[in-house]
């Protein structure tokens, strides 16, 4: 039969990897799915006996709610609409069907959870603690050079040795998409991941990411730095989140700003649930179109407000 699969709202070029696992497991029982992005304001035209929507951010709910009520034989799932859903074993453990988004990298979780309790952040409530997940040849296609690892801490796995020898030994471009952790750097990672073709996620930049959202780790981000610069990996190849308009003041912020400078690295702020703070607004404009090489924040800051 036809089934729908109904991707809400993945980031633009970035596919859906439940909705891949779900549409090689339809498949695989003999059945049609097909892909629509977006959230639709009507029904489609063609019959559909089973519709999955996915809708990962929680603000998109009550629109991917309406949608699917036009709907008799509807799935929803995500972590916008149910934090405790998962996948059955055996969709979660199938080989995904790239062909779904006609992408020529592979992606998956080779662990679940994290060992970090971050009061911002749902991996917690949604996955737990730290477990092991799948090994890399579960989900990667052969055919794919490039390949996305979506685990939240990918250092905390009790795999990871096995998992960046497998990267190593064949010579797989990787993009650590939820970043590594600056505080779990040891000389043996860092040497093994030297040796790794690491790459942003659309594959056309050297780059490796990290966060610094509390000062309180300001000396174990100092050294992560310094361990990564003696096998290598420099300054420039490293973009580092910040976090801001959770739990730190305005000179807390401008503070780790002023030691990404220090240290040579590329910041980014993220804006806690999209703030509207009007200041937060101007710092994360003044810092992710990098003004600051060219302007000093004070008089930034003073010509926008003054406009």
């Not at 709907?71 to 996948?87: A, Y």
């Not at 040849?137 to 796995?157: G, R, T, V, Y």
């Not at 700003?257 to 702020?269: A, K, N, R, S």
Request: net charge negative.
């Amino acid at each position: 039969m036809r089934v729908l699969l109904v991707d809400a709202d993945s980031k633009k070029g970035f596919p859906n990897l439940a909705l891949m696992k779900l549409s090689a497991w339809l498949k695989k029982q003999g059945h049609r799915p097909e892909l629509i992005r977006g959230i639709p304001t009507t029904a489609p035209l063609e019959e559909y006996k089973l519709v999955y929507i996915s809708c990962i951010y929680f603000q998109n709910k009550d629109k991917v709610l309406e949608y699917a009520a036009q709907f008799e034989n509807v799935v929803l799932g995500g972590s916008g609409i149910d934090l405790d859903m998962k996948l059955d074993d055996d969709i979660e453990h199938i080989m995904p069907d790239y062909g779904l988004y006609d992408i020529d990298f592979s992606m998956g979780f080779t662990s679940r959870g994290c060992i970090r309790n971050c009061s911002f952040c749902i991996v917690p409530e949604k996955e737990g603690y730290i477990k092991d997940n799948a090994p890399i040849s579960e989900f990667h296609d052969p055919e794919h050079e490039n390949i996305i690892l979506l685990d939240n801490n990918f250092q905390a796995s009790p795999k990871w040795r096995e998992n960046l020898e497998y990267l190593w030994e064949r010579g797989l471009h990787v993009n650590f998409n939820q970043g590594l952790d600056i505080r779990l750097l040891t000389n043996e990672f860092v040497k093994t991941l030297s040796r790794i073709n690491f790459e942003n996620w659309t594959f056309r930049r050297s780059t490796i990411n990290f966060a610094f959202d509390d000062l309180r780790y300001e000396k174990q981000f100092r050294e992560g730095v310094r361990l990564l610069d003696h096998y290598g990996i420099n300054s420039r190849k490293l973009s580092v989140y910040m976090l801001v308009g959770y739990n730190t003041t305005r000179e807390e912020d401008k503070k780790r700003f002023e030691i990404m400078q220090e240290l040579g690295v590329y910041p980014y702020v993220m804006k806690y649930n999209r703030s509207d703070d009007v200041w937060i607004r101007h710092f994360a404009r003044y810092v992710n179109r990098k003004y600051f090489e060219f302007i000093e924040w004070d008089d930034y800051n003073d010509g926008v407000l003054n406009q």
